[in-house]
């Protein structure tokens, strides 16, 4: 009888089973059969050009076979490296001439780490990996999203054909595009003569990577070149646009030449924010504000991830604390804001979340840094009375059961909680170094919140071990214990160390 058991009663037993049974299980019928062949071929990770991936791509020829890839995400880390003294690196006239030693160092290096590896790729079509993977492309029949991934690594010259061909056999089917890369390898990716093929193309992930090599000192002049036009023939489909950027380079001129998207309506934005790389803050304000009727979902965050002498600066506590609070969204409805100005940044940045200015407000996360209970209360009280809020995520440095009463009181509606915290410990004890869970569970036993409409919890707690988050079962019942309905854990870790909480 369990064998025709239908297909939603089979997805719900493996939700709770391993991720990896799908694949022992698959031999018991058909429909699992069919789950575990979805799950084998969801995902193409185009990574490597050994036996296994050409095996894969002669596999994906058969109908039955590619109709399953949603997702091609493409990293080709068989590219040759790029170093120090490669010839890409040096412009035409301060080549070494003559035949004296000072030549042969510079083109034997060069000769060394690139005529091994494209040897490969660079002979016969039957060996080139990138021509069978092009061959394949137009097996496709129902990829949805695309990822390229290229960093420091030296692309043969056949690879902008290959490129080429993506746009030509996926674009018509793609939904959404993620593209990771250093500034000066955008040009072999975007290109706007190719970006009529995206005709359905609604979500776009733009992430510029630091590069290990200094280049084109006309840095702003080259995303203005690439990115701005590339974005601008997708205005008539895009409604996500995300970008993140480490780099050294005025984003002022891409948002002053974007102009107003009429479907967008998600925007996530993490970036180094000072003098250097939005020269003219009002760009971005007013990019914004074109949007600021039809956005649904916003996170702005500072890039953590800069050079030691790239640091966001005052630049985006200014705009934080006075700019983004005098936009009024009368559609939001997620707000993702990062606490921390940067690397170099020791102040907590304190939102202020007006109701008046987000009505319709509903999703809250405050990221990138903690808050005290003290910046809690400020955060409500900048928000006002009866606040829609359903899901508030944040960063503690310390939970208390002081706390969870400011929270219940401020956040009646809340039906999300989701909490990391230093420590947790009691309001007669705080104590900044030591968590004191006996504490903490003999306050709460005395607390209840009638009033409160909590439904889903989680609480984390850093670990002194890994330094990462874990969540704590013992401190989620404790509170749990004070709420008058069922509560659902939320038990999701992000670290998978042996530590348990």
Known sequence: MALDLPVELWLHILELLPKHYLRKMMGINRTLFELATNDMYQEIRFIDDGKEMVRIFDQLKYPHISRRVRHLYIRPGFFS???????????????????????LLCFSVDILTKSSRRKKYLGSRERDILAVAQDTLVHFQRVEELSIVLYDLLPPPTFPNFVR??????????????????????????DPNMAHHLPNLMELDIRLSVSRFPYVPQRTSLVRQTILPFILSLKGTLESLSLSSAEISDLSPL????????????????????CLTLSDPAALTSFITLHKDNLQELSMRAHHHTPLNNPSDVSYETWITKTLPQIKFPALVSLTVGLHAGY????????????????????VTLKDAPL?????KTVLEHAGEFLPWQTLRLNLTQLTPLLIDTLAAGLPHLAELDMTCGQVSADLDPSPYFSRPHLFKQEMDSRTYPGWSLRRLRIAVISYECGQPHVDLNYMSYVAHCLPLAVSFLVDDSCFCKVVG
């Open 81 to 103: 490296r790029m170093d120090s003294v490669n010839l890409v690196q040096v412009k035409p006239k301060e080549r070494p001439r003559g035949n004296g030693w000072k030549k």
């Open 255 to 274: 948002f002053h030449g974007l102009g107003y998207f009429p479907h967008l309506r998600k925007l996530d934005l993490r970036v180094v924010m000072n």
């Open 372 to 376: 005290s209970h003290d910046d809690v």
């Open 165 to 190: 061909e993506i746009w030509i056999n996926l674009g018509p089917k793609l939904h959404r595009l993620n593209i990771d890369a250093t500034l000066v390898k955008l040009p072999l990716i975007f």
């Open 344 to 363: 170099h940044s020791s102040r907590t940045i304190i939102p202020q979340l007006s109701s008046k200015k987000l009505p319709s407000l509903v999703f």
